[in-house]
């Protein structure tokens, strides 16, 4: 390969929007908006893998999608219930390992052990790591970390970037190299702030259940002729 090019990456984050819009497009309400983009998210996810990439984050539900309309909420909950209960043995089919990524303050207890439970089936999964941002928050991860950081004691001088990242939320998921968004919003939202430091973006313009393998590739193809410079 050309040394100008780089590998296709080992972490690919994706912001999943567009759902409502997607549902407003067709005449439809919210919820089926959402229900297309989980289905959508399943053929994503399993595509990606099949590439050859190893962690794969979902932005699912942000500390701030609590402000969503009541029915919403509730829908986008059952949703995340279905996926970890009756919809878990896609993952354990396809030797996928499932991390939760979040706050757990205000989750329904019903979904905080369905989380456990399926963190705990996938456990030993080899084929990939996907991690469901939900109920998350980039700054609220990096204020977590802290807060641990200072009731463990430790003095300032002591805190360096190597520390922080070992109090982050699954600390051992690395930094994230490619992040992709759809809807043409082109924000990360307050998405995984931390891990996103280096990361290459890419925006599409179309809406989340309107992604196929196809743009994957695409994603994927762009990201390999790009030149990662951390800086230098």
Request: aromatic residues 10%.
């Amino acid at each position: 390969m050309n040394d100008n090019k780089t590998d296709i990456p080992k972490h690919i984050g994706y912001i999943v929007d567009g759902n409502r819009r997607w549902a407003k497009k067709h005449g439809l309400p919210s919820y089926e908006g959402h229900l297309a983009g989980y289905d959508k998210l399943k053929d994503v996810v399993i595509a990606t893998f099949d590439m050859g990439v190893e962690y794969v984050t979902a932005y699912i539900f942000s500390t701030e999608n609590w402000q969503r309309s009541q029915d919403e909420v509730k829908g986008l909950m059952n949703l995340v219930l279905k996926m970890l209960t009756s919809d878990l043995h896609v993952f354990e089919e396809n030797d996928i390992k499932l991390r939760i990524l979040g706050s757990r303050e205000g989750v329904d207890k019903k979904i905080i052990k369905a989380m456990d439970n399926a963190e705990s089936k996938t456990a030993n999964n080899k084929r990939g790591v996907l991690a469901l941002c939900f109920n998350y928050g980039g700054r609220l991860e990096i204020v977590d970390a802290i807060k641990q950081i200072i009731n463990s004691g430790i003095k300032p001088n002591k805190i360096n970037a190597e520390l922080i990242e070992q109090y982050l939320y699954s600390p051992d998921i690395p930094d994230i190299d490619l992040v992709l968004r759809t809807s043409g919003e082109k924000r990360l939202s307050n998405f995984m702030l931390w891990r996103t430091a280096y990361s290459e973006m890419i925006f599409i313009n179309k809406n989340w259940p309107d992604m196929k393998k196809s743009d994957v590739r695409a994603a994927l193809n762009e990201y390999t002729r790009r030149q990662r410079r951390f800086g230098s």
